[in-house]
């Protein structure tokens, strides 16, 4: 069996600079009140508990974006 061939693709940007699409304090302060960051039930299984965990990990993403972008206009 031959091993499976690996393409190893570099980005050319990195996606927090000048090229990330303008990011609006309203949607993340939206995107917070969804998904907000508050400690899991302990009655939530592992899969739900990591899936919430993404959902934040992405929202505070966005919000430090939106920060990035902020301080840039300033």
């Given at each position: 069996?031959?091993?499976?061939?690996?393409?190893?693709?570099?980005?050319?940007?990195?996606?927090?600079?000048?090229?990330?699409?303008?990011?609006?304090?309203?949607?993340?302060?939206?995107?917070?009140?969804?998904?907000?960051?508050?400690?899991?039930?302990l009655?939530?299984?592992?899969?739900?508990?990591?899936?919430?965990?993404?959902?934040?990990?992405?929202?505070?993403?966005?919000?430090?974006?939106?920060?990035?972008?902020?301080?840039?206009?300033?």
């Open positions: 069996m031959t091993e499976p061939k690996v393409e190893i693709l570099h980005q050319k940007d990195h996606p927090t600079d000048e090229t990330f699409p303008p990011v609006s304090e309203a949607l993340v302060n939206r995107l917070e009140e969804i998904f907000p960051d508050r400690c899991p039930q009655t939530a299984k592992d899969r739900e508990i990591w899936y919430r965990c993404g959902q934040v990990d992405i929202v505070r993403y966005l919000r430090r974006i939106h920060e990035e972008q902020h301080k840039r206009r300033q």
